[in-house]
């Protein structure tokens, strides 16, 4: 079964962009009410970036680099690590310092003046895509692990019949081979 | 929130994400530098957030007038903020595929 860690941190994560992307919708058309939801679903969406980071590093840190990337390295895929997840690991440090940033903001900067508007509504939508690109890497990593172990499975499996086999033809040959004999004196 | 200023918010977002992408690749090319990184955190993913943290922290609450007699235009730097952000995911990738093929 799939670590509940990692369901924990993709759920959090998913949970982060929808509260952005929530936040992007509010400030299409900001009035008085919808600003304060921003903010409260901009909060919401920091918070949950950092629990992700959490939950995700526990993960990261306890299962995958003894479970999960040697499986992979030893696929046909080890790109998946050595390339998307040394990638993920690093960038996703910087999501949440942008929503924190894109908090502060919200909270301090002038709602009314266009260009801020604009500004802050781009970051939101900026912050809601650079996350989004988490969740395509988290893809292909865990296609990647799927991939290596369905190799090691389908090896297994066609290895069974063929060990099966081997081991019948052994144990035949071994019945042939250990047939009493006929001594010399007639006797067995 | 009174004490966060966007000024510096933005100046320690943008120090931080230069900070990630200097560390990452000087982690992957230095195992002395790694194990720098293993010591403060147990682990040199761990090492790196701690470090990242505090170097935000640091940036964050300079206080501004020390940093600058007039504010930056925070709308300028906000997109400056995004464009670091990008080129830092790029500078990231492009060196774990090379790293990868060479």
Same mark, same amino acid.
């Given at each position: 079964?799939?670590?509940?860690?990692?369901?924990?941190?993709?759920?959090?994560?998913?949970?982060?962009?929808?509260?952005?992307?929530?936040?992007?919708?509010?400030?299409?058309?900001?009035?008085?009410?919808?600003?304060?939801?921003a903010?409260?679903?901009?909060?919401?969406?920091?918070?949950?970036?950092?629990?992700?980071?959490?939950?995700?590093?526990?993960?990261?840190?306890?299962?995958?680099?003894?479970?999960?990337?040697?499986?992979?390295?030893a696929?046909a895929?080890?790109?998946?690590?050595?390339?998307?997840?040394?990638?993920?690991?690093?960038?996703?440090?910087?999501?949440?310092?942008?929503?924190?940033?894109?908090?502060?903001?919200?909270?301090?900067?002038?709602?009314?003046?266009?260009?801020?508007?604009?500004?802050?509504?781009?970051?939101?939508?900026?912050?809601?895509?650079?996350?989004?690109?988490?969740?395509?890497?988290?893809?292909?990593?865990?296609?990647?692990?799927?991939?290596?172990?369905?190799?090691?499975?389908?090896?297994?499996?066609?290895?069974?019949?063929?060990?099966?086999?081997?081991?019948?033809?052994y144990?035949?040959?071994?019945?042939?081979?250990?047939?009493?004999?006929?001594?010399?004196?007639?006797?067995? | 929130?009174?004490?966060?200023s966007?000024?510096?918010?933005?100046?320690?977002?943008?120090?931080?994400?230069?900070?990630?992408?200097?560390?990452?690749?000087?982690?992957?090319?230095?195992?002395?530098?790694?194990?720098?990184?293993?010591?403060?955190?147990?682990?040199? /993913? #761990?090492?790196?957030?701690?470090? &990242?943290?505090?170097?935000? @922290? !640091? +940036?964050? %609450?300079?206080?501004?007038?020390?940093?600058?007699?007039?504010?930056?235009?925070?709308?300028?730097?906000? /997109? #400056?903020?995004?464009?670091?952000? &990008?080129?830092?995911?790029? @500078? !990231? +990738?492009? %060196?774990?595929?090379?790293?990868?093929?060479t």
């Amino acid at each position: 079964m799939v670590h509940p860690l990692i369901g924990t941190h993709a759920g959090l994560g998913e949970l982060a962009i929808l509260a952005f992307l929530w936040a992007f919708v509010e400030l299409l058309g900001p009035t008085k009410s919808r600003i304060r939801r921003a903010k409260i679903a901009s909060l919401l969406g920091a918070v949950f970036f950092v629990l992700s980071w959490v939950t995700g590093g526990t993960y990261y840190v306890t299962q995958y680099g003894e479970l999960v990337k040697p499986v992979i390295k030893a696929g046909a895929e080890a790109w998946a690590h050595s390339i998307v997840m040394e990638t993920k690991e690093h960038v996703f440090l910087m999501l949440p310092f942008l929503g924190v940033l894109q908090n502060v903001l919200l909270r301090r900067m002038d709602l009314n003046d266009p260009k801020s508007r604009r500004v802050i509504l781009i970051l939101t939508g900026w912050i809601v895509l650079f996350a989004l690109s988490m969740v395509a890497m988290g893809y292909l990593i865990s296609g990647a692990y799927r991939s290596a172990l369905e190799i090691i499975t389908t090896g297994a499996v066609l290895l069974l019949p063929l060990g099966l086999v081997v081991m019948l033809g052994y144990f035949l040959l071994a019945r042939g081979t250990a047939k009493p004999r006929k001594n010399v004196h007639g006797g067995i | 929130m009174a004490r966060w200023s966007p000024s510096t918010v933005i100046l320690a977002t943008i120090v931080t994400m230069i900070a990630t992408v200097v560390i990452t690749i000087a982690k992957e090319m230095s195992k002395p530098i790694k194990d720098v990184f293993v010591t403060i955190g147990g682990h040199h /993913w #761990v090492g790196t957030g701690i470090v &990242l943290v505090i170097i935000f @922290a !640091i +940036f964050t %609450f300079i206080p501004e007038k020390t940093l600058w007699r007039k504010p930056p235009k925070v709308e300028r730097w906000t /997109w #400056v903020v995004m464009v670091v952000s &990008l080129l830092s995911f790029l @500078a !990231i +990738f492009l %060196f774990y595929v090379i790293h990868f093929f060479t």
